[in-house]
């Protein structure tokens, strides 16, 4: 019996968009309504309700309980990260709007492209800001059945030069100068992903520890060393790739043993590291990861446009 695929979620098309936002205090208004959804602005340095609003600057306010001899003056981008930029609010939703809405991403250069800037600079800036605002500081630890997978990201040792070649043997096995992401996902859930120095037993652990509720349903991992010591804590069942097995079924467990979700997450991820960006630095790296979370965790919220400007 075919599984039955859930409805796909309809999310803000161009047209929709063009008639949400037709000018900057459209922008500033659904900003503001998402900054303060109570209605009542507070004041971003003090968090004061003893706020008045400015009649003659728009989108301005005033805290008097901010400084002693002088007032506070504040706006709807105080704080966010649209401050002390000089491009317009309207342009700031579009490429928010244009991540979003882009699977396997969007590059600097498209950007730059579609929006007319007149400097790269400008479009990999906004990009990255926007990255940063998508970063989930705040998340509930997993539950249910979970799967934990590692992946590695960058060209192999013995393409690159010499001197920037990993310690992989022969300068191109294993993972040799390549950087590593671990993930979790709840299956028909959310997923972590966190760049990590290695993949040790210490480090695979304390990502499971921080990320997955020890009163998970199962575990599943695939049968790497350093997953070895989790089943002390948690129920864990493992799949050995090295023989053939990807899937396996067992009565006495609650679910089947199988990674199949996690590497489908990294198969999205690796597709815009390939096919969109080419090349990501260990730098900016966790930024990329991010929004690859993000665009999974909400792929089935029609409002992800609200939720990415209410975290900006």
């Known amino acids: 019996m075919a599984r039955k695929q859930p409805k796909p979620i309809q999310m803000m098309t161009n047209a929709q968009w063009e008639k949400a936002f037709p000018d900057e205090d459209a ?17 971003p340095r003090c968090g004061s309700e003893h706020v008045y609003k400015m009649l003659k600057m728009a989108w301005k306010w005033e805290c008097m309980d ?9 706006s709807d981008i105080t704080g966010t990260i649209f401050e002390n930029t000089n491009v317009d609010l309207r342009k700031w939703f579009r490429v928010i709007h244009l991540i979003l809405t882009a699977k396997k991403g969007v590059s600097a250069l498209q950007v730059q492209r579609f929006m007319g800037f007149g400097s790269y600079k400008t479009a990999w800036y906004m990009c990255h800001r926007i990255r940063v605002a998508l970063q989930d500081t705040q998340f509930q630890q997993l539950m ?23 310690g992989g043997k022969g300068g191109g096995g294993g993972a040799g100068g390549k950087a590593i992401v671990v993930g979790a996902v709840e299956r028909k859930g959310n997923v972590v992903a966190r760049v990590v120095a290695d993949v040790s037993a210490a ?31 948690r129920p ?12 396996r079924h067992d009565p006495e467990l609650v679910g089947a043993v199988h990674t199949q979700t996690i590497e489908g997450f990294w ?9 969109t960006h080419h090349k ?13 979370q993000f665009k999974y965790n ?11 400007i209410a975290g900006c």
């Open 27 to 43: 922008c500033d208004a659904y900003l503001t309504a998402n900054r303060w959804p109570a209605g009542k602005v507070t004041c």
């Open 66 to 74: 901010c400084g002693k001899s002088t007032s506070y003056r504040f």
């Open 144 to 166: 249910g059945i979970v799967e934990v997978d590692e992946t590695f990201i960058g060209g192999k040792a013995q393409n690159r030069h010499k001197g920037k070649r990993g």
């Open 203 to 233: 480090t695979l652990n304390k990502f499971i520890r921080e990320t997955v509720s020890d009163k998970v349903s199962l575990l599943c991992t695939d049968q790497w060393t350093g997953y070895g010591r989790v089943g002390m804590h």
């Open 236 to 247: 864990h069942a493992s799949v050995d790739h090295h023989i053939g097995e990807y899937i």
């Open 267 to 275: 198969s999205i991820f690796k597709r815009q590291v390939i096919g």
């Open 280 to 292: 990501i630095s260990r730098k900016y790296l966790p930024l990329y990861v991010a929004e690859c």
């Open 298 to 308: 909400n792929r089935h919220n029609a409002a992800i446009f609200e939720t990415a």
